[in-house]
Structure formats: C-alpha cells, structure tokens
C-alpha cells in the first residue's frame, strides 16, 4: 500500500467544514463547476454593460451618422498594410464612393487613414441613468466614426444600441422574475401552508391561467395596450404581462415543495416549540428551499428574456424609441433588410449567450444545492 | 402514583376515498382505532407493535400534531384537567409547553440552517418565556445536563454525530421543563453503543426533572430496558398492557407471545422457538371482522373471535388484555429462554 | 478432518479517493470462510463491513479502490483459487461469478427490484444468464423456488410485480433470486435490519433451512449481535476498518476477549439483563469520524484498557488465542 498520509482532521479544510454554514458549503460547490463560473463570468459583463450602458456605448441608442448608412461592422486591426504593430488597436477610415453600377454611395475602407481607438475618451454627452450628465466614454474615436458591429438602415450605431438594449432585455427579465417570484412564493406559499379550501381555489386558479395558450394570450394582452402609450408605460406593461403568466409555474413548485415540508420531522418540532406559522414558514420552511428557490430563478430569467425578445419581435412588446434585442430583431424581419444588414442578428447573439450563461449557472447552482449528504 | 394523562377512545382515521364509484361508504384507514389507557406521572410507558400498528401515529395524534378524528386525550396540568382535544390552535401552542416529542431521525428533526444554540432556544424564543442573557442561561443549562459540550453550540448540526443530533434534540424537548415526552423511536437510528447512552441518558434525565415518557419503539430488548410498563398495539388497537416482566414473562395475548418468542435469545446457543405467525399483517383500511387478529392467530376459535370484539379489560391487577379466551391460554413468554450471561472477559474491560 | 476453506481474504486494504483526499476505509482485513458455514460479520456504522462485503464481488463505488490485499475464492474444484481483487470490476470473469457461483442480498428489500419488472421475470433474467436452459425451464425452476421460500401460491405470484408484495415477501423472493443458481457464497448485507420482529424470525429460519439444502455458505453481516449469534457458526467483530476478533460464536458470547467486544456486549439491553435490573454501560466517546483516525489501536481512546505508548503505537495484529479464536489487542500479544 503506498505510504500516503490519509486525510486528517487537522487539515484546514476538514476543520473549515465544520463551522460553515449551508451558504458557504453551496458556493464551495459552485466554484468548482467551471461551467456555471463562466456563465456567471458571462452574466456579470453583462450586468456590466446593463448599469454603464451610457459610459460603454460611443453613442446614443439614436444617434444617427448620414455618413455611414448600412455600415458593415469595422474590424480592430493591430496590424496594418505593411504589418507593422501598433499597441493601440485602430481602424480604418471610411470613404464614400459612388458606385458606378448602381450609382449608390457606398463606404469604402480607405486604408491610408488609420484612426486610433482611444479609451476613456470624450465623446456624446449623455445623461448617466437620467441624473448627471457626462461625456465620458469607455472607447471612441478622435475624428471620425466608430462602429464596431457596423450600422442600420438610418446609420445607427449597432453597437451602442446592442449595449442600451442588453439594459432594457435583462431588467425587464429581472422586474418580470421578481413579480413573478413574488406573485407565485404568496400564493403558493399561502395554497401549500394552508390547504384544504383555500389550497383548492388556488390550485384551480393556477390552472386556469396555464390552460390558455400562452402565445395568443400575449399577443391578445399586448395587443390590448393603447398604441398612445409612452414607451415606459408599454415597458411596465409588457413586464407586468409577462409575469402574470409565469408566477403559476412557480407558484405551483413552491405548494408542492411546502406540502411536502409541513410533514418533515424538524418543521413538526418548530410546532411543538409553539412558532407561529408566519415563523414557520419564514424561518424554517422558506430558507429550506431557498437554494431551490434560486436555482428555479436563474431558469425562469431566461424565459421571460426570450418572451420578452418574442414579444418585441412580432412588434406587439416594446417599441422604439425603446430598445431591447428584440426590438433590434423586429427590423430583421424583412429578408431583404436581413440581406442587406445581416450583422443586425448580432443581438440574436447576445440573447442566445445570455440564455445559455444563465442555464450554466443554473446547472452549477442546481449541483452545488444538493442538501447535506448524511 | 396520579395519572398525568388519560387518553379515552382515541381514533385516527384517515379517509381513502369511496370503495368503488358508486358506494356511498366511505373507506378509511383506521390507523389508530379506539385506544384507550392512563398513564402515570414519573413512568416510562413503551408501546410495541410492528409496522402499520399505529404507534408512531398515536404517538402524534396524542400531542395534536395530526388532528385525531375522536376521543379526548385529559391532561392533568396541576391546576385541574384539560382536554387536549378540544383546545383551539393558540391554546394549543401554549399548552405544547408541557408536551414535547423527540424523533426518531436525528438528521431530520433538526433545522440543518440553524445553530445548535438558536435550535435549542427556539421554544424559549416563540413562546417569549425568555431572552438575552436569561435565555442563554437556560440553553446552557440543558445542554450541559444532556451532555453536550458548550463550547460547539455554535456549530450547525451537520458537525455532529447522530448520537450528539439525539442529545440536542433532547435538550430542544426539556428545555421548556415539560412533564410528559413522547419519545418516537428515539434511540432506532443510532449505533448500537451509542444507543445505551442515550437510553441511560433518557433515564437519568427523568429521575432529574420528573418526567413521563411514552416510549415508541419496535426493538424489545430496549423497551425492556427502558420501560415500567410495556403496551402492545396490533392494527390500531390495544391488545395488551402490563407491567414489563409480566408482558415479557407471561404474556396472555397471542399476538404478544409471537413477538416475544421471536427476540434472538442472548446466548446463541439457545435455539429460538418462534411462534410464526399465519399469513400477512392485514391491510389496515380492510380490517378483519371481530379481533383483528383472528386469521392469524393460532388459539382463534371460528364464533366468536370471527365475529365479536374483544374489550380492553382486566384480567388481573394492573394486565389488561383484548381476547376472548384470556383466561383459558396458557403462553410462553421471551424470559423462560433467557439465562442472564455474564461474559468472562468482563474482567478485562 | 480439515473444513475445506472456501474463502481467504488477506490483507485486505481499501481506501476512499475524492478530491486528492486519501482515506483509509478497511485497512487490512484477514478473513477465512470453511466450506458450509455462516461467519457473521458484525460492527457498527462505519467501521467498514458493508464496503468489504462489495468489494468481494467488486462493486465497490469508483471512489473506493481495492489498494492492497488479496480476495481468493476456491469455488467448488477446491485447489484452485482465483483472486478476486485482481479480476477487471467490469470484466466478463467476475460478471460470471456474480449471480452464478457468489450471490449477494440487502437490506433494502424494496429497492433490489425494479418495480418495472414482475418478480418472475427478474428471477429468471439471473437463471438464463449463469444456466443454459430455455425459457420455459427457467420459469418452471423460478416457480418451484418461489414456493420453497415459502411464497404461497407461487404460479401466480411469478407474474406479480414487486410492489404487490409485503416487505418480508420481497425478502423471500430476493432470497430465491439469490439462490436460484446455487451459488456456493451467499452475502446477506443486513437481510433482516428493515423488517419487523416476528417476519426477521421467519426469514433467519428460512436461511438457515435454505442454508442446510443447499449447503451454502453465508457472510451475514449485521449490526445485531443476538441476531448474528442465531445464524452464524463463527464470528467476526469489525471496528473502523479492521477485524478486532473472530472466533466461534459460542466463544464470542461467552469468552469475549477484545475490549471492543466485551463492551458491545454490555451496551446493548439484552433480556436476561432485566431480570439482574442491571444498568447498561454505554461505551464512552464515540466512532471517530473518518478524518480523525487514531494511531494504532482504533479502539484506543474509548478504551478502559488502553495501555499508553504500546496501544497508540502500530496496530495491533490479528494472533490467535485459542483455537479459531483470534484477537487483535496488545492486552493478549504479550
């Protein structure tokens, strides 16, 4: 047998198990699961660009440049014609030309102007979330225009409108998750605590709402929303629809998870001890589910994220002149436009990768959330 | 001796559903079926029977923790009787104060995201009997008195061994100093030297703050360990009642003299002779007519066992049994094989 | 004359391997079984009894690994062994084995069966894998064991699934399923632990009568010392991973010598004791965890014998006493 020395109590780690709480033992877990840390990795650059949309955008969401219409994006070059190395990426300026076939002005790449990125530069001014203003940018250009996932029809920045939109995308998921939340936690809470009539009503409620088809159900809400509306209104909305639908599914985990509970040995001792149900359920029953609860929350993000881009695809969610990845999609509905703009997709991108950030780190929360071994 | 509790026809039923789409009688599962008994202030009741018995239900059904379908269940509290069966909710988390249950699993029956301390204290903390230093005073107390070390209770259950589990669960029922404790299967999960500790402890802590105990478990050489009297439960009923050496020792009950004749006597070389029992334990929700225990007992006759009852009723000082033909068996009890052995090496430990 | 041996584990070592740890689970057990007969294996939760019980017919967890030690199985030619710890775990030899000359049963009876399956089919899937019979003789052998453990009305109950039956006719039925191919080792892993007095009394007299038919020898392994003292013609008491005594059963009530063993014996409330009104002595502390091994004797810091610097030293081995009765305790090596 070989000599090594067996794992011993004294290692740190051993000791450290000991003392930790459920918490810390779940983000030991986690952490191992390089999957789920990417994903979080992933989801944290976007919350990123969701609080300094402003900051990393060079633009305006509708800042138009007449120059550059239908722009395809403008690749980062370290190297230039004759493979010299600049440290500080550049691009390459635009010039328009006439065609001569289709007498269109078209941009060209005109490599003998080589424009340098500057970073932390001055640029658009903007108001910072609606409060200060500034003109401080993450990246930008001295003279000239930058834009590095191309332009639309009407010269927008894609980029920038892709940074404003992720802003709008991931708080719509997160207002429409937390009402959703809320909603279903209540309710199922209160069906699954207290059975019998009220459990019964509830239950039938829920089903209700899941029996109608959920497509035509928001189309048939969305549609209902007065085309007079500001855009805010519409995104209140269009949040608040979207939630009423997805708190049953919650809702209904959560009562199956409380029914199953109320008979475990140390929620009966709680009773003993003479808690009230509010404790009951607040201190004993909720937090034993609340690793559940979380790993249920980082699915049910992506479902609102993509019914929302659905919505706002089909043009009955959000509208200009606010943005979100699927307002952007709404103008690629055209096939020429798609043709012609095909970099527009980009923010089919951004949806599918924050999709699939949130479902690893749903699978690392899910393994990390096992109870206790025995 | 006073009885601390009188429980009186107690039932538990459990509704199945119809027996088929067009009965209008309704099935039950009669887990517990009319019990009767008293229990005395300072004794250790056990209460035997195999699965689908209905003791761990009775155990529950007495402290309310399910809500029985009939009977009264008298509580002497010192300043006169409550029935605990007519109280309403808030009433009856007052009145838990006195009646505590220690569960079978240690790893279930403690809150996992609780320290041992607030789990302790918890009781104290919902009922307002106490708090801050006071509090701290009292969950110090018990646990030193349970023998748990003080210096852990800080720590989250997972840190401890199933042993130390049933200590802080002991020390969460007593630390409200309730008189009477239903101790469901306490000792069943745990290893078997660990098992003595916790009974000597269970002991111990009677004698200390004069309590009652109504001890559940299937293993009998515990509850002869454990128990003054020993009551043995078939289908939901009482079949019989004693004092530990006269179940043990000359059983009257058929059913009792199956279970006793089948604990492996202590020194192997003893042959056991097993009464085996007939066919199957019975499903409860389709009990047989007339005692229920007739179509496996090997003394039934084809009258009046089949269709009759038998009642719970005394057939000497302090034995109270259900059978029809009490007074005609003769029965050999677990104690006829059993020679107290006292190992050699004895000497060495 | 000279019991033939049909089992010699030597040395045995097995270890836990997660996550760069390294913990020693049974740390070099010698185990011996005659031809026949029924050694309990006897020890609390822990100390390993189930873990040497898989890995006799390799279907230890990929966590734990045989590290050291041999497994040698002589089957019925006599001379010839074979080792079981240097066999492939998912290798066509030890797949012959399972089932076929060495059969295992557990203590759940509900959870070895597919409740997808009726029992009749799950029998007769281990016959036609070990015999080579046709369909209709597997089903006709399947139904005369069914009725030879005692299940009654067997043509019917061979087309019964699984959840129809009580849990000490799921017992008997794993028993049969067990046996069907006349194994020459039976591993019982807590047989009668689920199951409720009167029933474990029927069962253990199944095995026994099982046991006399078919002349099988058993591994009973339990933590219930009076129901171990039943059935088995000799004993072994297990502690953290290493074998504290065996001997004859008889010797191992009467004449315990290992400090463990004299204490087991007075901790659990036996009836005889009722009558003497005599306390239990719980032993003190409790089964170190697995990070916490003591040095030497495991037994050491619970025990009232421990002699300072000889039991924290090396382990104690396993030296015979008397005859076939082995003790591993410094108090006898002297």
Redesign the interface.
Known sequence: ??N??????S?KK?RR??????WQLMWWRFRKHRMAMSGTAILGLFLIISLFAEFIAPYGSHTRNTRYLQGPPMGIHFFDDHWNFHLRPFIYGRVNKRDPVTYRLRAVVDTSLQLPLRFFTRGETYKFWGLFESNLHFYGIDKGFVNLFGTDQLGRDVFSRLMYATRISLSVGAIGVFLAFSMGIFMGGIAGYLGGITDELIMRLMEFIRSIPTLPLWLALAAALPRDWSALKVYLAVTAILASIGWTHLGRRVRSKLLSLRE???I?????????DA?IIGR?ML??FMSYLIVDLSVSFPYIILAETSLSFLGLGLREPIVSWGVLLYSAQNIRTLAEIPWLLISGLFVIIAVLAFNFMGDGLRDAAD??A? | MSTLIEVQDLKMYFPLGRANLFSRHKVFLRAVDGVSFKLQKGETLGLVGESGSGKTTLG?AI?R?IEPTGGRILFKNGNGVTDFATLNRSQL??Q??HM??I???P???????MTVKEIIG??LV??RLASGGQMDERILDIARLCGLNIRQL???P??FSGGQRQRI?IA?ALVMHPQFIVCDEPVSALDVSIQAQILNLLKDLQQELDLTYLFIAHDLSAVAYACDRVAVMYLGRLVEMATTKALYYTPRHPYTEALMSAIPPDDPELPMQPVFLEGEQPNPAHPPSGCTFHPRCRYADTERCVTEVPRFREVSTGHLISCHHAESLTLTGALEHQIPVEPEGAENA | MTQRYLLRVKNL?I?LRVDK????IVGGVDLSLESGKVLGLVGESGCGKSVTALSLLRLLSKELKI??GKILFYGQNGDDAVDIARLKPKGKDIQKIRGGTISMIFQEPMSSFSPLHTIGYQIKEVIQLHLNVSKEKAREMTIELLERVGIGDATHAVDRYPGAFSGGMRQRAMIAKALSCTPSLLIADEPTTALDVTIQAQILKLMRDMQQEFGTSIIFISHDLGVVGQVADEVAIMYMGYIVEQGPTKEIFKIPKHPYTVNLLAAIPRLGNLQARKRLEPIKGTVP?L???PSGCAFHPRCNSFMSGICDGAFPELKEVSENHCVACYLYTQ
């Open positions: 047998m070989s090594e020395r067996p794992t011993d109590a290692d051993v198990l000991d003392i930790a709480t459920h475990e040995e140390f009966l001792s709680a009773r003993l001890a003479g808690c009230s404790r004993h937090p034993s109870p206790f025995k | 529950r402290l923790l988390r007052r838990w104060r505590q249950m569960f079978q699993d790893y279930a029956s403690l809150n996992p995201r918890e009781s919902a009922n800080s720590r989250y997972h840190a669960a969460r | 070592k270890a740890n390294f913990i020693p590290e050291d965890g990070f916490s091994r």
